[in-house]
């Protein structure tokens, strides 16, 4: 849980700083005021990829940091981008790498904003979160294991059909790569140190030269001339304390600089033998770069791949039979482990649709119903599995058909045979259609929300942010969107951007975000409203601050309180 978030010189905030608390944490203003300023604040803290064009302007760097409650513990997690475009990151001070980061933030939160709730109507999306609600991970896991090692073996096969000649000519060639990166024995970025001990040697005269010059420019008349006259001016005025210390200083640096200057000079050595044996490693450096890549890492890339693809073909004294009856054996295993994790989507899917419904029908939305399309797709090199070509999975459907009638061989991938599609119909007798193709605004808000409910439910607490979760809901479905939010943040903590009054009502905290301006420069801040403040905020959401309005706020809030 997030307790403490701190924004400075991020986007259009200059400094922001907020107490969240848990349950509802609602964020209201005008339209430009940059409302969604805290769930694009946290997005970047949590890993989202942001270009300097985040940094307020004139600032030299843009920052969030937060406090917050991970197991168990009070962290503080931090980062910041500068004008160069790199970002950093910090755990409790500690730096924190980018994947260490996006791994931390997938197990804080979960952000929604606009693209990220369009991202739900994703097929691929929608079959990931269809594994976690029905707590599918060890299946699909093993799915996975046995795709990879099918179609490991199936590469292996590939080459061992392949011509044996082609083979072999791919064997001299790749133990001749192999071996000649091999003998380089390069070392990454030892061709910028080379370069760099290359130009020393290469220029010992001229270095020596302009030690020397610098020798006797220190020794020059002037030099001495100038420290004796600042001498006379220190015995002559007491005074000139600044005088008498600074040329001492300079004195004494100038003393240091000989001496320095002599050693540097001493240690200056021509050395031909290193030159040239330096010069003919930055040589093979440059052949193997033409040959296998631009940057020595670029090269021993290349010599990982030149051995897995020898090992591979050295390895092709296996007998093919052997390698085929392994296959078969896999194509089996892999079948079953599919058909199985397909049988289990499908009764989760039965379950997500059945717990959608509900939501629906507390967003008043009482026809609307969720079902799930299966499909699979044939293919030669598929599995043989008893799947239907199209299925759906909703309320009022027949049981799902698996593993009966006959095999047929369809295309797999690591999450197994399944293709899926969430589906939505809004009236009795309605056939379910993709929610992304059949959805109004007012009404894909409710049912993002309602999936986002069910998820949330079935997964462990942690933070939900949403973006305009009631985009296109109107006034009166407002109040049940607000107590669906409410229902979601007993269990996490949930930072909502709403426009409806009616949502902002249901709020633990309710937040506004106004925007100012100097004439030269605008900037929003946010700030809690409470009490007397904050009836005033939701009666100017509802049309100003009349009479009638502030009765109407203050029935909002005590229904909100029921």
């Known amino acids: 849980m997030f307790e403490e978030l701190r924004i400075e010189n991020f986007a259009v905030a200059r400094s922001v700083a907020l107490a969240l608390g848990p349950g509802l944490n609602v964020f209201t203003g005008e339209t430009g005021a940059g409302k969604s300023l805290v769930v694009d604040a946290l997005a970047f803290l949590l890993g989202a990829r942001r270009g300097r064009e985040v940094i307020a302007s004139g600032a030299a760097q843009a920052s969030v940091r937060a406090r917050l409650r991970h197991g168990g513990r009070v962290r503080t997690l ?11 990151a910090t755990l409790d001070g500690e730096p924190i790498t980018a994947e260490a980061l996006q791994e931390l933030g997938n197990a804080l939160a979960d952000i929604h904003g606009q693209a990220e709730q369009l991202s739900l109507l994703r097929p691929s999306v929608q079959l990931a979160l269809l594994d976690a609600f029905g707590g599918l991970d060890d299946a699909r896991e093993e799915v996975a294991r046995l795709a990879r090692e099918l179609r490991a073996v199936r590469r292996r096969l590939e080459g061992l059909r392949s011509d044996a000649r082609e083979r072999e000519r791919q064997l001299d060639q790749l133990r001749y790569e192999v071996a000649e990166i091999e003998a380089a024995a390069l070392r990454p970025g030892e061709d910028a140190a080379l370069r760099e001990e290359f130009a020393r040697l290469g220029n010992v005269e001229r270095l020596r030269e302009a030690s020397s010059e610098l020798i006797q420019a220190l020794d020059a008349p002037a030099f001495d001339a100038a420290f004796a006259a600042a001498r006379a001016i220190a015995e002559r005025d007491p005074a000139a304390v600044e005088v008498r210390e600074l040329a001492l200083s300079l004195e004494e640096t100038a003393a240091e600089l000989r001496r320095a200057v002599r050693r540097y000079a001493e240690a200056l050595e021509a050395d031909p033998e290193r030159l040239a044996a330096v010069e003919e490693r930055l040589d093979l450096i440059a052949r193997l770069r033409r040959k296998y890549g631009d940057t020595i890492d670029e090269i021993l890339r290349y010599l990982d791949g030149a051995r897995e693809r020898l090992a591979a073909l050295e390895g092709a004294a296996e007998s093919a039979e052997e390698l085929q009856q392994r296959e078969q054996a896999l194509c089996r295993a892999l079948a079953a482990a599919a058909e199985g994790l397909s049988a289990q989507r499908r009764a989760a899917a039965a379950r997500l649709a059945s717990a959608v419904s509900k939501e629906l029908a507390e967003l008043a939305m009482p026809h609307a119903a969720l079902a799930v399309g299966f499909s699979c797709v044939d293919a030669a ?43 939505a119909s809004f009236n009795p007798g309605e056939v379910p259609r993709p929610l992304a193709a059949v959805a109004s605004g007012g009404e894909t808000s409710r049912f993002l929300l309602a999936l986002t409910a069910v998820f949330g439910a079935a997964s462990p607490p942690r933070t939900i942010v949403l973006d ?65 403040e904050r009836l005033r905020e939701l009666a100017a959401m509802l049309g100003g601050l009349s009479d009638a309005n502030l009765r109407a706020a203050d029935e909002l809030l005590a229904a909100a309180a029921r």
Request: with cysteine; hydrophobic share 35%.
């Open 78 to 88: 931090e980062r910041s981008i500068g004008l160069s475009g790199r970002s950093r």
């Open 468 to 532: 305009e979760a009631d985009e296109g809901v109107g006034g009166r479905a407002g109040a049940l969107v607000g107590r669906a939010l409410r229902r979601l943040a007993e269990r996490h903590q949930v930072l909502c951007v709403t426009h409806l009054p009616q949502v902002a009502a249901f709020g633990d905290r309710h937040f506004v975000v106004e925007k100012h301006t100097d004439g030269r420069r605008t900037w929003s801040e946010v700030r809690e409203v409470r009490g007397e």
């Open 381 to 423: 090199d598929g599995i043989p599995v008893r799947l239907p070509d199209y299925e759906v999975v909703g309320p009022g459907l027949p049981p799902a058909d698996v593993g009966e009638g006959e095999a047929a061989p369809r295309a797999f991938t690591e999450a197994g045979v399944d293709r899926i599609e969430f589906l």
